[in-house]
């Protein structure tokens, strides 16, 4: 009994040791809203507020989408603006590609929820230290996407070993 004792105590030190020593950056936020209905209008606005206090370190920034395997199209258009604490604002549109040509889904797919997780900047600093508001719209011809379940927002900042 001891030797099984031994064991599961070798194995839980081994994972704690993986998950620590695996850690590369940082999640300054990770947050999800819920869309009604799962019915994304061109009229809803889903927004993000984050205070930024790094403005020294490397930051991502993900757009994070949740669909049902219902959704009927290949990809989602978004418009994406970022209001900074001084005032400005940057305005982008992106291209969410949701399955590839041959219709496979391009995210996380558990049973009838399909998970994306699209880098919409890279090794980013923020200008600014303060309070940023991120707010994203769909973009698409249909004023009214069904099955998009929630969108969210995820930043990270890059630890010193990347």
């Avoid at 603006?81 to 940057?90: A, H, L, M, V, W």
């Avoid at 900047?121 to 379940?149: E, H, W």
């Avoid at 969108?151 to 070993?161: A, D, F, R, Y």
Wanted: some cysteine.
């Amino acid at each position: 009994m001891s030797f099984l004792k031994n064991i599961i105590k070798s194995a839980s030190f081994l994972l704690v040791i993986n998950f620590t020593s695996c850690t590369h950056e940082n999640v300054v936020i990770s947050e999800y809203v819920d869309i009604i209905d799962s019915n994304f209008s061109y009229l809803d606005t889903i927004s993000f507020e984050v205070a930024i206090d790094d403005t020294v370190s490397n930051h991502n920034v993900f757009l994070q989408l949740r669909t049902s395997t219902n959704y009927k199209w290949s990809n989602m258009f978004v418009f994406s603006d970022i209001d900074f604490p001084n005032g400005k604002t940057r305005t982008d549109t992106f291209q969410v590609f949701i399955t590839d040509n041959m219709g496979h889904w391009m995210g996380n797919k558990s049973g009838l929820i399909v998970n994306f997780n699209h880098s919409l900047y890279n090794n980013i600093k923020f200008p600014v230290a303060g309070d940023y508001k991120f707010s994203f719209n769909q973009a698409m011809r249909d004023t009214v996407l069904k099955n998009v379940m929630s969108l969210g927002l995820k930043i990270t900042k890059k630890s010193k070993e990347n």
